[in-house]
């Protein structure tokens, strides 16, 4: 307080910017003080984001965090120091000097809008991959070449035609096979990359080689508490084989799926296109006969 016009001068440094730090910023600046607040982590918040309720009250963590977030967030008279040390302190009370040491964070925090494509992308986190170079003869029968050719030749287009692309591939593959899929490349002039993305990250299409008929049980929630896990397991037996794989005779895959919209006949089975519901082992175990050649 300047003792002559008892106007507030100077400014506050506060360490940490958990919710108490947070709070004390608050009502610092409130109170008309330059407020500088100082946290070593990449943002404010501290470990209460980290919990779900709060003792003794069984407050939500979160409901009691983020208004203060939001007001310090965007309060002006709060300086955000965030991913910063104190390296040194010097003076008396009243007067003194801090020096406080960024880290570089490789984003610009004016422009970076929280999307997380950096955490994607992230060089540190992630090794980089470089495709390597396709072989310039790729190894693939006449026949196969002749289907995926006849595949290909259906769209026209770039990288928005990979998906009915793979639907095709797998109606007629049964499975996505890698030279297939080197020729498509090719051919579409889409890199390797772009399409094992999408191959991988649906369901549907399969990196390995499928049984002719592939037996799907649902394990959601519905189909769960109504025994579920035990025709998984019933059809393990059967078929001599894990969730996830496929019979050596290559005619069946088994599979487990969360959900296949239709709870109402819970525990639902598919063998291919065909549903079966209100299953139970036993006529799970009856349908691998129905379906053996
Ligand atoms: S949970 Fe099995 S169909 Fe919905």
Redesign the pocket.
Known sequence: MDQETGQKVGAVLVVGGGVGGMQASIDLAEGGYKVYLVEKGPSIGGVMAQLDKTFPTNDCAMCTLAPRMVDCGGHLNIEKLTYSEIESIEGTAGNFKVHVRKKARSVDPEKCTGCGECVEHCLVKNIVYLEPPPPAEIEIGDNERLKVDEILSRYDGGRETVIPILQDITDEFNWLPPNVLMRASQVKQIPLEHILRIATFYKGFSLKPRGKHIVTV?T?????VKG?QRILDRLERELGIETGETTSDMQFTLDAV??????G????VTVGDDLYGQMNPAKAAALIDKYQD
């Open positions: 649902c959601g929630t519905a189909c769960h579920a969360r959900c296949l919209g239709c709870c006949l819970s525990p639902v």
